[in-house]
């Protein structure tokens, strides 16, 4: 088998030099990059290709301010000033997508009236795919600052009113500015975060 290794430039821009962005620049993020990010994230891995995430891009001044009011006080700035912000929610009733998304079998089956399990699926996947999202933003050269210090119910009924979609987190997005980023900081080493049984 061959492998096909990403260069060093490449892992620097998804992993050694991204940071997480509290500042932006004034750039606007166009509605062709935020296809373009759907059209990466999507086809990463869920369970049985279960794909519960749904995403609201607010990117309006007027989505900004229905926003950032049930956000954290350290994180309305943040709202304001990105570019973008990505709502990631998850939709609790992804089960019935199944006989699309997963038609090799009857998965819609393995959920119904199974609460705990319906809600463990979508939260884990729909954090996979925000976490999917985040590398794809990185990938196609913008950065992200993804946040909780949120209303959940707050922003659910705000933005997932009347829908089976509830919120997991915040994510701005765009071009991020470097003024007052502090140090990078520490991470754990091998031995201290993983062990080979």
């Known amino acids: 088998m061959t492998i096909d290794r990403l260069g060093q430039r490449a892992l620097d821009q998804l992993f050694f030099e991204a940071r997480t962005f509290n500042n ?33 891009f607010v990117v309006s001044d007027e989505a900004k301010e229905k926003l950032a009011p049930l956000t954290a006080d350290a ?11 990505a709502i990631i929610g998850y939709d609790r009733k992804f089960y019935e997508h199944l006989p699309k998304l997963f038609p090799h079998t009857d998965a819609k089956s393995w959920f119904e009236g199974n609460e705990e399990l319906i809600e463990s699926t979508a939260f884990r996947n729909s954090t996979l795919q925000g976490a999917y999202f985040i590398m794809a933003a990185r990938a196609i050269g913008l950065d992200t600052g993804p946040m909780s210090g949120f209303d ?7 933005f997932f ?9 915040l994510c701005t997005f765009g071009y ?19 062990s080979i049984i």
């Open 75 to 85: 994180n309305q700035d943040k709202i304001r000033q990105a570019p973008a912000t």
């Open 24 to 56: 932006w620049q004034d750039t606007k993020i166009s509605t062709m990059v935020l296809k373009e990010l759907i059209g990466l994230m999507k086809w990463a891995p869920t369970s049985a290709n279960c794909s519960p995430a749904r995403i609201v």
């Open 152 to 158: 959940y119910d707050g922003v659910d009924k705000a």
């Open 176 to 194: 991020g500015d470097p003024k007052d980023m502090f140090d990078r900081s520490p991470r754990f080493s091998f031995e201290e975060m993983a």
């Open 161 to 169: 009113a009347d829908t089976d979609v509830t919120t997991n987190f």
